[in-house]
């Protein structure tokens, strides 16, 4: 009598060695069906929507800064394009935005035109004026605003918040009185008495901006170079006085432009054609009763801005860095 045969049983780690195989297998195939260059691309597609949107961001930040640069120099551009057209092409009803006749003759007329008052001495008296200003506001403002940042004294506060309110005065609200005073001491007509009346100006904002520029120069670096031996003294001028340069010139950058372009002052002060600045000097190119010369206020203003952009030049370095540690800690 035959004995049954027992059948054996399924090993229990056959089908998952199947499917460990199956999945290897369909791998394998997709592998070869699907190009690896045809994966790549998908995963780029997946993780270039970041990419993607922050070109496209940068795309129109760029676009809204062309727009505003071209807005800021279009008015530079037509002041020397209509300065280098003659009076009748300036005056057509259609705007040229190239001169057609070109000509240096307006440049001819605000320099060496007898019957003007000369460029070259209001030229003189506008470069007097704002270099001692200047100075002289920086130097003050430097003080003061080393006091009011460094020492802790009565009546503090209160010095901050007067310096706010006279910033906040317009100048030609004083033209009156000023011009009295100007005249009791006989300083009208004259450098000290326009520079004066300048500095008064320009040293509210000048103390106010200094102040942050000051402040924003631990006191801790000072007592450390005392520590090491320097004096008071000699600690602010080897350390805290060559961190405060680039603010002292970004703040004579900008007293140097409000002293330059004054004009209602200058007008009141300086009533004399010996002694006009620039600004006053080219409203005389302006006639009531008569055709003004457009072509040649244009070649003045240009002549004008030219020392303007030769001092910013010269400081663009500095004023670049004291403009970012002043905006660190005011």
Wanted: charged letters at 10%.
């Amino acid at each position: 009598m035959s004995t049954p045969t027992r059948t054996q049983p399924d090993s229990p780690t056959q089908p998952h060695e199947t499917s460990v195989e199956s999945k290897a297998l369909t791998s394998a195939v997709s592998a070869m069906i699907v190009p690896p260059s045809a994966r790549n691309g998908v995963r780029r597609y997946q993780v270039s929507g970041p990419r993607v949107k922050r070109r496209v961001t940068n795309i129109i930040f760029s676009a809204v800064a062309a727009v505003i640069f071209l807005c800021s120099v279009f008015p530079v551009y037509w002041m020397i394009n209509t300065s280098l057209q003659p009076n009748n092409e300036i005056r057509t009803p259609v705007p040229n935005f190239f001169p057609k006749d070109f000509t240096l003759g307006n440049y001819v007329t605000v320099l060496f035109e007898p019957s003007r008052s000369p460029f070259l001495p209001a030229l003189m008296n506008s470069l007097a004026v704002t270099l001692l200003t200047v100075v002289i506001a920086l130097v003050f403002a430097f003080l003061a605003s080393l006091a009011v940042t460094r020492f802790r004294f009565k009546g503090r506060k209160a010095f901050i918040l007067s310096i706010l309110i006279i910033q906040m005065i317009p100048a030609e609200a004083m033209i009156v009185s000023t011009y009295r005073v100007l005249d009791s001491w006989s300083l009208l007509n004259t450098i000290a008495g326009l520079t004066l009346v300048y500095v008064a100006t320009v040293l509210p904002f000048t103390i106010w901006t200094l102040r942050g520029f000051v402040n924003g120069v631990p006191v801790e670096l000072e007592e450390a170079a005392m520590i090491d031996g320097l004096s008071r003294t000699g600690a602010f001028w080897k350390i805290t006085f060559p961190l405060l340069a680039p603010g002292l010139v970004a703040t004579g950058v900008f007293g140097f432009i409000q002293a330059w372009n004054e004009f209602v002052l200058a007008l009141v002060v300086m009533s004399r054609p010996a002694s006009q600045t620039l600004p006053v000097w080219l409203r005389t190119f302006q006639q009531a009763n008569g055709t003004t010369d457009w072509a040649a206020i244009m070649a003045g203003s240009t002549l004008m801005a030219i020392p303007v952009v030769v001092f910013f030049l010269i400081v663009q370095g500095r004023m670049t860095s004291g403009l970012m540690s002043g905006a660190v800690k005011g």
